[in-house]
Protein backbone atom coordinates (compact mmCIF):
# COMPACT_ATOMS: atom_id res chain seq x y z
CA UNK A 1 0.00 0.00 0.00
CA UNK A 2 0.99 3.77 -0.71
CA UNK A 3 2.94 5.37 1.93
CA UNK A 4 0.82 8.03 3.17
CA UNK A 5 3.40 10.01 4.72
CA UNK A 6 5.36 10.19 1.30
CA UNK A 7 6.03 13.88 -0.80
CA UNK A 8 3.89 13.80 -3.45
CA UNK A 9 5.07 12.14 -6.39
CA UNK A 10 5.15 13.94 -9.64
CA UNK A 11 2.50 13.33 -12.55
CA UNK A 12 4.27 10.47 -14.77
CA UNK A 13 5.58 11.41 -17.59
CA UNK A 14 3.08 10.49 -20.68
CA UNK A 15 4.43 9.08 -24.00
CA UNK A 16 2.60 9.42 -27.51
CA UNK A 17 2.37 7.30 -29.82
CA UNK A 18 -0.13 6.13 -32.76
CA UNK A 19 -1.74 2.60 -32.69
CA UNK A 20 -3.34 1.84 -35.74
CA UNK A 21 -3.45 5.11 -36.78
CA UNK A 22 -4.78 6.97 -33.45
CA UNK A 23 -2.51 9.23 -31.25
CA UNK A 24 -2.49 8.24 -27.94
CA UNK A 25 -1.16 9.38 -24.71
CA UNK A 26 -0.65 7.39 -21.61
CA UNK A 27 1.71 7.39 -18.45
CA UNK A 28 5.45 6.05 -19.51
CA UNK A 29 6.17 2.24 -19.18
CA UNK A 30 2.43 1.25 -20.04
CA UNK A 31 1.93 -1.95 -22.40
CA UNK A 32 1.64 -1.31 -26.07
CA UNK A 33 -1.26 -3.73 -24.92
CA UNK A 34 -2.76 -1.38 -22.60
CA UNK A 35 -2.20 1.66 -24.04
CA UNK A 36 -3.84 0.08 -27.33
CA UNK A 37 -7.33 -0.27 -25.20
CA UNK A 38 -7.08 3.62 -24.13
CA UNK A 39 -7.08 3.99 -28.61
CA UNK A 40 -9.91 1.93 -28.40
CA UNK A 41 -8.07 -1.22 -29.90
CA UNK A 42 -8.01 -4.62 -29.05
CA UNK A 43 -5.18 -6.54 -29.34
CA UNK A 44 -5.62 -10.00 -28.87
CA UNK A 45 -4.31 -11.88 -25.99
CA UNK A 46 -4.56 -14.89 -23.58
CA UNK A 47 -1.67 -14.81 -21.18
CA UNK A 48 -2.19 -11.56 -20.33
CA UNK A 49 -4.40 -9.86 -17.75
CA UNK A 50 -4.43 -6.66 -15.95
CA UNK A 51 -4.20 -8.51 -12.28
CA UNK A 52 -1.72 -10.48 -12.63
CA UNK A 53 2.03 -10.47 -13.65
CA UNK A 54 3.02 -10.45 -17.15
CA UNK A 55 4.49 -13.67 -18.45
CA UNK A 56 4.50 -13.08 -21.95
CA UNK A 57 4.55 -17.07 -22.80
CA UNK A 58 1.48 -17.19 -25.79
CA UNK A 59 2.59 -15.19 -28.33
CA UNK A 60 -0.86 -14.02 -28.81
CA UNK A 61 -0.18 -10.10 -28.64
CA UNK A 62 1.86 -9.84 -31.46
CA UNK A 63 1.86 -6.43 -33.41
CA UNK A 64 4.19 -4.88 -35.89
CA UNK A 65 6.09 -1.86 -34.16
CA UNK A 66 7.80 0.39 -37.24
CA UNK A 67 11.55 0.11 -37.08
CA UNK A 68 11.42 -2.80 -34.82
CA UNK A 69 13.38 -6.03 -36.60
CA UNK A 70 10.72 -7.99 -35.60
CA UNK A 71 7.15 -8.35 -33.97
CA UNK A 72 6.76 -7.23 -30.41
CA UNK A 73 4.46 -9.31 -27.91
CA UNK A 74 2.39 -6.19 -26.85
CA UNK A 75 1.75 -7.25 -23.58
CA UNK A 76 5.49 -7.08 -22.56
CA UNK A 77 6.71 -4.05 -24.15
CA UNK A 78 6.44 -0.73 -23.16
CA UNK A 79 5.81 2.31 -25.35
CA UNK A 80 8.39 4.20 -26.54
CA UNK A 81 7.44 8.28 -27.71
CA UNK A 82 6.78 8.34 -31.69
CA UNK A 83 6.37 4.73 -31.71
CA UNK A 84 3.71 3.69 -34.65
CA UNK A 85 2.04 0.46 -34.23
CA UNK A 86 0.27 -1.61 -36.68
CA UNK A 87 -2.16 -4.40 -35.41
CA UNK A 88 -4.04 -5.87 -38.02
CA UNK A 89 -0.99 -5.41 -40.52
CA UNK A 90 -0.57 -8.32 -42.69
CA UNK A 91 2.45 -9.37 -40.80
CA UNK A 92 0.85 -9.55 -37.20
CA UNK A 93 -2.24 -10.59 -38.61
CA UNK A 94 -0.47 -13.66 -40.32
CA UNK A 95 1.80 -14.43 -36.69
CA UNK A 96 -1.31 -13.86 -34.91
CA UNK A 97 -2.96 -16.76 -37.34
CA UNK A 98 -0.07 -19.04 -36.62
CA UNK A 99 -0.47 -18.98 -32.64
CA UNK A 100 -4.13 -19.67 -33.41
CA UNK A 101 -3.24 -22.99 -35.45
CA UNK A 102 -0.85 -23.94 -32.99
CA UNK A 103 -3.20 -23.91 -30.12
CA UNK A 104 -5.79 -25.63 -32.04
CA UNK A 105 -3.74 -28.49 -32.75
CA UNK A 106 -4.79 -30.02 -29.98
CA UNK A 107 -8.11 -28.36 -28.50
CA UNK A 108 -10.91 -30.77 -29.28
CA UNK A 109 -14.05 -29.13 -31.14
CA UNK A 110 -16.13 -29.33 -27.77
CA UNK A 111 -17.71 -25.75 -28.41
CA UNK A 112 -21.06 -27.48 -28.43
CA UNK A 113 -20.19 -29.32 -25.10
CA UNK A 114 -18.06 -26.28 -23.13
CA UNK A 115 -19.74 -24.02 -20.62
CA UNK A 116 -17.11 -21.41 -21.97
CA UNK A 117 -19.04 -21.48 -25.59
CA UNK A 118 -19.99 -17.76 -25.98
CA UNK A 119 -18.09 -16.37 -24.05
CA UNK A 120 -14.37 -18.08 -24.99
CA UNK A 121 -11.45 -16.25 -26.32
CA UNK A 122 -10.24 -18.58 -28.20
CA UNK A 123 -13.49 -19.21 -30.46
CA UNK A 124 -13.59 -14.97 -30.61
CA UNK A 125 -9.98 -14.23 -32.04
CA UNK A 126 -10.13 -18.22 -33.95
CA UNK A 127 -13.21 -16.60 -35.67
CA UNK A 128 -12.35 -12.75 -35.90
CA UNK A 129 -8.45 -14.03 -37.53
CA UNK A 130 -7.97 -17.88 -37.53
CA UNK A 131 -7.76 -20.13 -40.32
CA UNK A 132 -10.95 -21.33 -41.75
CA UNK A 133 -9.72 -25.46 -42.53
CA UNK A 134 -7.31 -26.77 -40.49
CA UNK A 135 -4.31 -28.74 -42.09
CA UNK A 136 -4.24 -31.39 -39.35
CA UNK A 137 -4.86 -34.85 -39.53
CA UNK A 138 -3.56 -36.39 -36.85
CA UNK A 139 -5.38 -37.41 -33.76
CA UNK A 140 -5.57 -35.30 -30.96
CA UNK A 141 -3.60 -35.18 -27.35
CA UNK A 142 -6.42 -36.84 -24.77
CA UNK A 143 -6.31 -36.17 -21.01
CA UNK A 144 -8.56 -37.24 -18.74
CA UNK A 145 -10.51 -34.40 -16.73
CA UNK A 146 -9.30 -33.66 -13.22
CA UNK A 147 -10.73 -32.46 -10.09
CA UNK A 148 -9.23 -29.47 -8.79
CA UNK A 149 -10.80 -29.35 -5.83
CA UNK A 150 -13.05 -26.46 -4.02
CA UNK A 151 -15.56 -25.89 -7.04
CA UNK A 152 -13.00 -26.43 -9.90
CA UNK A 153 -12.55 -28.87 -12.89
CA UNK A 154 -10.02 -28.67 -14.98
CA UNK A 155 -10.61 -29.89 -18.46
CA UNK A 156 -7.41 -30.87 -19.34
CA UNK A 157 -7.23 -30.74 -23.38
CA UNK A 158 -9.35 -27.28 -23.55
CA UNK A 159 -6.08 -25.78 -21.87
CA UNK A 160 -3.88 -23.02 -24.21
CA UNK A 161 -1.55 -23.21 -21.42
CA UNK A 162 -1.68 -19.22 -20.49
CA UNK A 163 -0.64 -19.54 -16.94
CA UNK A 164 -3.05 -17.34 -15.49
CA UNK A 165 -4.54 -19.78 -12.87
CA UNK A 166 -0.97 -20.55 -12.16
CA UNK A 167 0.08 -17.12 -11.43
CA UNK A 168 -3.19 -16.03 -9.84
CA UNK A 169 -2.51 -19.06 -7.31
CA UNK A 170 1.05 -18.10 -6.73
CA UNK A 171 0.87 -14.02 -6.84
CA UNK A 172 -2.79 -13.06 -5.90
CA UNK A 173 -3.73 -16.23 -3.39
CA UNK A 174 -0.62 -16.03 -2.52
CA UNK A 175 -1.31 -20.07 -1.93
CA UNK A 176 1.13 -21.69 -4.84
CA UNK A 177 -0.96 -24.72 -5.57
CA UNK A 178 -0.74 -25.15 -9.64
CA UNK A 179 2.09 -25.73 -11.74
CA UNK A 180 3.19 -26.00 -15.57
CA UNK A 181 4.06 -30.18 -15.31
CA UNK A 182 5.90 -31.73 -17.98
CA UNK A 183 7.01 -30.23 -21.16
CA UNK A 184 6.06 -29.81 -24.56
CA UNK A 185 2.81 -30.79 -26.35
CA UNK A 186 2.75 -33.03 -23.07
CA UNK A 187 2.25 -30.21 -20.62
CA UNK A 188 -0.95 -29.45 -18.75
CA UNK A 189 -1.55 -27.53 -15.78
CA UNK A 190 -0.72 -30.03 -12.42
CA UNK A 191 -1.72 -29.47 -8.76
CA UNK A 192 1.45 -29.86 -6.20
CA UNK A 193 1.09 -33.35 -4.41
CA UNK A 194 -1.69 -32.92 -1.18
CA UNK A 195 -2.49 -29.82 -3.04
CA UNK A 196 -6.67 -28.80 -3.82
CA UNK A 197 -8.05 -25.65 -4.87
CA UNK A 198 -9.72 -24.74 -1.65
CA UNK A 199 -8.49 -20.98 -1.36
CA UNK A 200 -11.08 -18.70 -0.36
CA UNK A 201 -10.49 -16.93 -3.13
CA UNK A 202 -9.92 -20.43 -5.31
CA UNK A 203 -12.66 -20.15 -8.30
CA UNK A 204 -11.18 -16.81 -9.06
CA UNK A 205 -9.42 -19.38 -11.75
CA UNK A 206 -12.21 -20.20 -13.30
CA UNK A 207 -12.80 -16.34 -14.19
CA UNK A 208 -9.60 -15.75 -15.47
CA UNK A 209 -9.31 -18.70 -17.67
CA UNK A 210 -9.77 -17.96 -21.20
CA UNK A 211 -11.00 -20.82 -22.22
CA UNK A 212 -13.09 -23.49 -20.98
CA UNK A 213 -10.11 -25.18 -19.56
CA UNK A 214 -11.50 -24.62 -16.08
CA UNK A 215 -14.87 -24.60 -15.16
CA UNK A 216 -17.17 -24.31 -11.91
CA UNK A 217 -18.53 -27.50 -10.83
CA UNK A 218 -21.94 -24.86 -9.38
CA UNK A 219 -22.06 -23.72 -12.98
CA UNK A 220 -21.46 -26.96 -15.05
CA UNK A 221 -23.93 -27.18 -17.93
CA UNK A 222 -26.58 -24.80 -16.47
CA UNK A 223 -26.75 -22.80 -19.29
CA UNK A 224 -25.41 -21.64 -22.40
CA UNK A 225 -23.52 -17.96 -22.23
CA UNK A 226 -25.87 -16.36 -24.69
CA UNK A 227 -28.93 -17.33 -23.15
CA UNK A 228 -28.17 -15.04 -19.74
CA UNK A 229 -29.27 -11.64 -18.69
CA UNK A 230 -26.23 -9.73 -16.95
CA UNK A 231 -27.00 -7.16 -14.22
CA UNK A 232 -24.86 -4.93 -12.48
CA UNK A 233 -25.01 -5.44 -8.85
CA UNK A 234 -23.17 -6.06 -5.38
CA UNK A 235 -22.60 -9.30 -3.58
CA UNK A 236 -24.73 -8.59 -0.57
CA UNK A 237 -22.48 -11.77 1.30
CA UNK A 238 -20.27 -9.39 3.47
CA UNK A 239 -19.23 -6.15 4.26
CA UNK A 240 -16.37 -5.73 1.70
CA UNK A 241 -19.10 -4.87 -1.35
CA UNK A 242 -17.41 -6.68 -3.96
CA UNK A 243 -18.37 -5.55 -7.40
CA UNK A 244 -20.52 -8.16 -9.28
CA UNK A 245 -22.86 -9.54 -11.95
CA UNK A 246 -25.91 -11.70 -11.32
CA UNK A 247 -26.45 -13.71 -14.20
CA UNK A 248 -30.04 -15.25 -14.87
CA UNK A 249 -31.88 -17.18 -17.21
CA UNK A 250 -35.32 -17.26 -18.19
CA UNK A 251 -35.48 -15.19 -14.63
CA UNK A 252 -33.72 -17.64 -12.58
CA UNK A 253 -30.40 -16.48 -10.67
CA UNK A 254 -27.45 -19.15 -11.75
CA UNK A 255 -24.42 -17.30 -11.39
CA UNK A 256 -22.77 -14.32 -9.74
CA UNK A 257 -19.43 -13.55 -11.03
CA UNK A 258 -17.17 -10.21 -10.27
CA UNK A 259 -17.87 -7.05 -12.02
CA UNK A 260 -13.88 -5.15 -11.61
CA UNK A 261 -13.79 -2.39 -9.79
CA UNK A 262 -10.01 -1.34 -8.49
CA UNK A 263 -11.16 0.44 -5.31
CA UNK A 264 -12.92 -2.33 -3.84
CA UNK A 265 -12.17 -6.06 -5.29
CA UNK A 266 -10.40 -5.35 -8.20
CA UNK A 267 -11.03 -8.26 -10.28
CA UNK A 268 -12.46 -11.23 -7.86
CA UNK A 269 -15.12 -12.33 -5.90
CA UNK A 270 -14.31 -15.03 -2.74
CA UNK A 271 -15.95 -18.50 -3.01
CA UNK A 272 -18.23 -18.27 -0.57
CA UNK A 273 -19.74 -14.89 -1.68
CA UNK A 274 -20.20 -16.17 -5.16
CA UNK A 275 -21.62 -19.17 -4.52
CA UNK A 276 -24.41 -18.22 -1.89
CA UNK A 277 -27.11 -16.79 -4.36
CA UNK A 278 -29.20 -19.91 -4.28
CA UNK A 279 -31.53 -18.47 -1.61
CA UNK A 280 -32.52 -15.24 -3.89
CA UNK A 281 -34.86 -18.03 -5.29
CA UNK A 282 -36.84 -19.51 -2.25
CA UNK A 283 -40.07 -20.58 -2.49
CA UNK A 284 -41.28 -19.40 0.79
CA UNK A 285 -41.77 -15.67 -0.15
CA UNK A 286 -44.54 -13.84 0.84
CA UNK A 287 -46.53 -13.12 -2.35
CA UNK A 288 -49.44 -10.99 -1.20
CA UNK A 289 -50.06 -8.12 1.52
CA UNK A 290 -52.57 -9.14 4.69
CA UNK A 291 -53.88 -8.31 7.81
CA UNK A 292 -54.75 -10.82 10.70
CA UNK A 293 -58.12 -12.83 10.02
CA UNK A 294 -57.57 -12.56 5.73
CA UNK A 295 -55.73 -14.58 3.71
CA UNK A 296 -55.04 -11.75 1.25
CA UNK A 297 -55.49 -7.99 1.86
CA UNK A 298 -55.55 -4.95 -0.59
CA UNK A 299 -52.22 -3.30 -0.51
CA UNK A 300 -54.10 -0.36 0.73
CA UNK A 301 -55.76 -1.87 3.35
CA UNK A 302 -52.58 -3.29 4.84
CA UNK A 303 -51.13 0.13 4.92
CA UNK A 304 -54.05 1.60 7.04
CA UNK A 305 -54.53 -1.24 8.90
CA UNK A 306 -50.54 -0.69 9.83
CA UNK A 307 -50.67 3.00 9.88
CA UNK A 308 -53.99 2.66 12.79
CA UNK A 309 -51.90 -0.17 14.48
CA UNK A 310 -48.67 2.57 14.70
CA UNK A 311 -51.24 5.81 15.94
CA UNK A 312 -49.92 6.91 18.96
CA UNK A 313 -47.50 4.08 19.89
CA UNK A 314 -43.59 3.28 19.60
CA UNK A 315 -42.35 1.70 16.55
CA UNK A 316 -39.27 -1.08 17.11
CA UNK A 317 -37.61 -1.94 14.32
CA UNK A 318 -36.15 -4.99 14.04
CA UNK A 319 -34.48 -4.88 10.59
CA UNK A 320 -31.84 -6.71 8.25
CA UNK A 321 -28.49 -5.59 7.90
CA UNK A 322 -28.96 -6.93 4.04
CA UNK A 323 -31.84 -4.21 3.18
CA UNK A 324 -30.79 -1.49 1.18
CA UNK A 325 -30.23 2.16 2.55
CA UNK A 326 -33.26 3.25 0.70
CA UNK A 327 -35.60 0.97 2.77
CA UNK A 328 -32.91 1.44 6.31
CA UNK A 329 -33.68 5.21 5.84
CA UNK A 330 -37.53 5.32 5.59
CA UNK A 331 -37.60 2.57 8.44
CA UNK A 332 -35.36 5.29 10.05
CA UNK A 333 -37.81 8.18 9.95
CA UNK A 334 -40.74 5.36 10.70
CA UNK A 335 -38.33 5.07 14.51
CA UNK A 336 -37.90 8.82 14.87
CA UNK A 337 -41.48 9.88 13.72
CA UNK A 338 -43.14 7.31 16.58
CA UNK A 339 -40.23 7.82 18.99
CA UNK A 340 -39.68 4.83 18.75
CA UNK A 341 -36.00 2.88 18.33
CA UNK A 342 -34.23 0.18 16.22
CA UNK A 343 -32.29 -2.90 16.76
CA UNK A 344 -29.88 -5.21 13.61
CA UNK A 345 -27.97 -8.27 14.25
CA UNK A 346 -25.70 -9.62 12.00
CA UNK A 347 -24.33 -12.87 11.34
CA UNK A 348 -20.42 -13.30 11.43
CA UNK A 349 -17.88 -15.94 9.79
CA UNK A 350 -14.01 -15.95 9.75
CA UNK A 351 -12.10 -13.70 7.36
CA UNK A 352 -10.71 -14.45 4.69
CA UNK A 353 -8.50 -11.79 3.13
CA UNK A 354 -7.15 -12.43 -0.55
CA UNK A 355 -3.61 -11.49 -0.01
CA UNK A 356 -2.37 -10.11 -3.45
CA UNK A 357 -4.89 -7.84 -2.82
CA UNK A 358 -4.78 -5.11 -0.25
CA UNK A 359 -7.57 -4.32 1.96
CA UNK A 360 -9.62 -7.03 -0.07
CA UNK A 361 -11.33 -10.08 2.26
CA UNK A 362 -14.29 -12.31 3.04
CA UNK A 363 -15.23 -9.81 6.31
CA UNK A 364 -16.55 -11.35 9.20
CA UNK A 365 -19.79 -9.44 9.16
CA UNK A 366 -21.88 -11.80 6.63
CA UNK A 367 -24.18 -9.27 5.19
CA UNK A 368 -23.70 -6.40 2.89
CA UNK A 369 -25.11 -3.42 4.58
CA UNK A 370 -24.24 -3.47 8.06
CA UNK A 371 -22.60 0.50 7.51
CA UNK A 372 -25.86 1.42 6.16
CA UNK A 373 -28.08 -0.08 9.21
CA UNK A 374 -25.65 2.11 11.44
CA UNK A 375 -25.80 5.46 9.41
CA UNK A 376 -29.55 5.34 9.60
CA UNK A 377 -29.51 4.64 13.74
CA UNK A 378 -30.03 1.09 13.90
CA UNK A 379 -28.03 0.00 17.12
CA UNK A 380 -26.00 -3.34 16.59
CA UNK A 381 -26.83 -6.10 19.00
CA UNK A 382 -26.54 -9.47 19.71
CA UNK A 383 -30.00 -9.72 21.43
CA UNK A 384 -31.34 -7.08 18.84
CA UNK A 385 -34.95 -7.62 20.74
CA UNK A 386 -33.79 -6.40 24.41
CA UNK A 387 -35.02 -2.66 23.92
CA UNK A 388 -38.88 -3.48 22.93
CA UNK A 389 -40.91 -2.17 25.64
CA UNK A 390 -44.58 -3.03 26.56
CA UNK A 391 -46.89 -1.63 24.63
CA UNK A 392 -44.71 -0.88 21.18
CA UNK A 393 -45.36 -2.33 17.74
CA UNK A 394 -42.44 -4.60 16.49
CA UNK A 395 -41.71 -4.39 13.05
CA UNK A 396 -39.90 -7.00 11.39
CA UNK A 397 -38.32 -5.32 8.90
CA UNK A 398 -37.12 -8.70 6.38
CA UNK A 399 -35.64 -10.51 9.84
CA UNK A 400 -35.86 -13.77 10.41
CA UNK A 401 -33.53 -14.27 13.50
CA UNK A 402 -32.80 -17.91 11.64
CA UNK A 403 -31.34 -20.85 14.28
CA UNK A 404 -32.98 -18.42 17.28
CA UNK A 405 -35.76 -19.47 19.61
CA UNK A 406 -37.48 -16.03 19.86
CA UNK A 407 -40.65 -15.52 22.10
CA UNK A 408 -42.24 -12.32 21.90
CA UNK A 409 -43.58 -10.91 24.93
CA UNK A 410 -47.39 -10.64 25.64
CA UNK A 411 -47.94 -7.02 26.09
CA UNK A 412 -46.62 -6.15 22.16
CA UNK A 413 -48.85 -3.21 20.89
CA UNK A 414 -48.82 -4.82 17.41
CA UNK A 415 -46.66 -6.95 15.13
CA UNK A 416 -45.88 -5.86 11.66
CA UNK A 417 -44.00 -7.86 9.16
CA UNK A 418 -42.25 -6.31 6.32
CA UNK A 419 -40.45 -9.28 4.83
CA UNK A 420 -39.83 -11.81 1.80
CA UNK A 421 -39.93 -14.69 4.23
CA UNK A 422 -42.51 -15.29 7.21
CA UNK A 423 -39.92 -16.28 10.39
CA UNK A 424 -40.94 -18.88 11.96
CA UNK A 425 -41.59 -17.37 15.46
CA UNK A 426 -43.60 -14.44 13.95
CA UNK A 427 -46.72 -16.72 12.55
CA UNK A 428 -49.77 -14.57 13.20
CA UNK A 429 -49.21 -10.92 13.05
CA UNK A 430 -51.43 -7.80 12.48
CA UNK A 431 -50.19 -7.00 8.98
CA UNK A 432 -47.91 -8.31 6.77
CA UNK A 433 -46.18 -6.67 3.55
CA UNK A 434 -44.80 -8.53 1.25
CA UNK A 435 -41.41 -7.00 -0.19
CA UNK A 436 -38.75 -7.90 -2.89
CA UNK A 437 -35.00 -8.76 -2.21
CA UNK A 438 -32.17 -7.20 -3.49
CA UNK A 439 -32.21 -8.92 -6.94
CA UNK A 440 -35.74 -7.69 -7.54
CA UNK A 441 -35.52 -3.97 -7.39
CA UNK A 442 -32.53 -1.47 -7.21
CA UNK A 443 -30.63 0.34 -4.44
CA UNK A 444 -27.62 1.02 -2.70
CA UNK A 445 -25.12 -0.47 0.05
CA UNK A 446 -22.55 0.86 2.01
CA UNK A 447 -19.71 -0.90 2.39
CA UNK A 448 -17.32 -1.55 5.58
CA UNK A 449 -15.32 1.44 4.24
CA UNK A 450 -18.28 3.83 3.69
CA UNK A 451 -18.59 3.34 -0.20
CA UNK A 452 -22.00 4.08 -1.37
CA UNK A 453 -22.73 1.32 -4.24
CA UNK A 454 -25.69 0.62 -6.05
CA UNK A 455 -27.32 -2.62 -7.77
CA UNK A 456 -29.41 -2.97 -10.69
CA UNK A 457 -32.88 -4.93 -10.56
CA UNK A 458 -31.98 -8.80 -12.07
CA UNK A 459 -35.14 -10.25 -12.18
CA UNK A 460 -38.82 -9.98 -11.56
CA UNK A 461 -40.77 -9.57 -8.15
CA UNK A 462 -42.57 -12.90 -6.86
CA UNK A 463 -46.69 -11.61 -7.30
CA UNK A 464 -47.43 -8.57 -5.42
CA UNK A 465 -44.09 -7.74 -3.37
CA UNK A 466 -42.70 -4.49 -3.73
CA UNK A 467 -39.30 -2.39 -2.65
CA UNK A 468 -39.29 -2.40 1.26
CA UNK A 469 -38.39 1.19 0.84
CA UNK A 470 -41.58 1.42 -1.56
CA UNK A 471 -43.63 -0.56 1.52
CA UNK A 472 -42.47 1.80 4.18
CA UNK A 473 -42.68 5.02 2.21
CA UNK A 474 -46.39 4.28 2.12
CA UNK A 475 -46.90 3.27 5.23
CA UNK A 476 -45.33 6.98 6.73
CA UNK A 477 -47.51 8.38 3.90
CA UNK A 478 -50.65 6.35 5.37
CA UNK A 479 -48.96 7.90 9.25
CA UNK A 480 -49.29 11.14 7.48
CA UNK A 481 -46.08 11.81 6.40
CA UNK A 482 -46.17 14.27 3.57
CA UNK A 483 -43.25 13.02 1.42
CA UNK A 484 -43.99 10.94 -1.68
CA UNK A 485 -41.72 8.56 -2.49
CA UNK A 486 -41.97 6.56 -6.01
CA UNK A 487 -38.21 5.76 -7.12
CA UNK A 488 -35.77 4.29 -5.51
CA UNK A 489 -33.38 7.10 -7.00
CA UNK A 490 -36.36 9.84 -5.34
CA UNK A 491 -35.55 8.24 -1.82
CA UNK A 492 -31.75 8.10 -2.22
CA UNK A 493 -32.38 12.34 -3.32
CA UNK A 494 -34.43 12.52 -0.29
CA UNK A 495 -31.02 10.91 1.83
CA UNK A 496 -28.80 12.89 0.22
CA UNK A 497 -30.48 15.58 1.70
CA UNK A 498 -31.34 14.63 4.98
CA UNK A 499 -28.15 12.99 5.28
CA UNK A 500 -25.03 15.16 5.93
CA UNK A 501 -22.46 11.96 4.99
CA UNK A 502 -24.63 11.86 1.64
CA UNK A 503 -24.78 15.22 0.54
CA UNK A 504 -24.02 15.81 -2.77
CA UNK A 505 -24.95 12.35 -3.83
CA UNK A 506 -27.28 10.95 -6.48
CA UNK A 507 -27.15 7.91 -8.57
CA UNK A 508 -26.05 9.86 -11.56
CA UNK A 509 -23.27 10.20 -9.60
CA UNK A 510 -22.66 7.15 -7.85
CA UNK A 511 -22.74 5.63 -11.59
CA UNK A 512 -22.07 1.57 -11.35
CA UNK A 513 -18.33 1.81 -9.53
CA UNK A 514 -19.89 3.73 -6.40
CA UNK A 515 -18.48 7.03 -3.96
CA UNK A 516 -17.26 6.98 -0.61
CA UNK A 517 -19.67 8.98 1.74
CA UNK A 518 -18.01 11.94 3.12
CA UNK A 519 -17.18 10.56 6.55
CA UNK A 520 -15.00 7.68 4.35
CA UNK A 521 -11.68 8.83 4.96
CA UNK A 522 -12.43 8.93 8.64
CA UNK A 523 -13.57 5.33 9.12
CA UNK A 524 -10.46 4.02 7.15
CA UNK A 525 -8.29 6.33 9.87
CA UNK A 526 -10.10 4.55 12.16
CA UNK A 527 -9.68 1.29 10.83
CA UNK A 528 -5.97 1.84 10.21
CA UNK A 529 -5.34 3.22 13.66
CA UNK A 530 -7.20 0.48 15.46
CA UNK A 531 -6.45 -2.31 13.17
CA UNK A 532 -10.70 -3.30 13.53
CA UNK A 533 -12.03 -4.73 10.06
CA UNK A 534 -15.74 -5.51 9.98
S1 LIG B 1 -6.31 -23.87 -17.27
FE1 LIG B 1 -7.01 -22.02 -18.30
S2 LIG B 1 -6.01 -20.37 -17.14
FE2 LIG B 1 -4.92 -22.25 -16.65
S3 LIG B 1 -3.24 -22.36 -18.11
FE3 LIG B 1 -4.93 -23.54 -19.00
S4 LIG B 1 -5.98 -22.09 -20.28
FE4 LIG B 1 -4.70 -20.88 -18.93
S1 LIG C 1 -15.62 -10.73 -0.07
FE1 LIG C 1 -17.72 -10.41 0.64
S2 LIG C 1 -18.62 -9.06 -0.84
FE2 LIG C 1 -16.75 -9.94 -1.78
S3 LIG C 1 -17.47 -11.77 -2.86
FE3 LIG C 1 -16.88 -12.41 -0.82
S4 LIG C 1 -18.78 -12.35 0.37
FE4 LIG C 1 -19.11 -11.16 -1.46
S1 LIG D 1 -0.73 -11.83 -24.13
FE1 LIG D 1 1.23 -11.19 -24.74
S2 LIG D 1 2.35 -12.99 -24.90
FE2 LIG D 1 0.43 -13.65 -24.14
Redesign the pocket.
Known amino acids: MADQTAAPTAAPKLITLTIEGRPVSVPEGTSI?EAAKHAGVL??????HPGLP?????????VEVEKFPKLA????TSVGEGQVVHVHSEKALEARKGVLEMLLINHPLDCPICDQSGECELQDYTFQEGRAESRYLEPKRFNPVEDFGGDVVYVTNRCIL?TRCVRFMDDVAQEPVLNVSERGDRAVIGKFPGQDLTHAWASNVVDLCPVGALLSKDFLNKARAWELDRTASICPNCTQGCNAVLETRDDVVVRMRPRANADVNQFYLCDEGRLNYRWIERRDRIERARVRGTTAAEWELAMSTAATLLAGKRAFVLASPMLSNEALFLLGRLVERTGGAGAFTVATGPEAPLPGVPDLALRRDRAANVAGAEQFGFARSDSPLDGLRAGDVLIVADEELAGRDVRLPDDLGGLIVIGTVLPAWARDPDVVIPVTNFAEEEGTFTNLRGRVQRFMQAKAAPALARPAWYAVGDVLHALGDDSSFYTASGVFDAIALAHPDFAGLSYDALGLRGLPVLSAAQLAADTTTTGAAR
Open positions: LIPHYCYVAGVCRMCLPSCAC
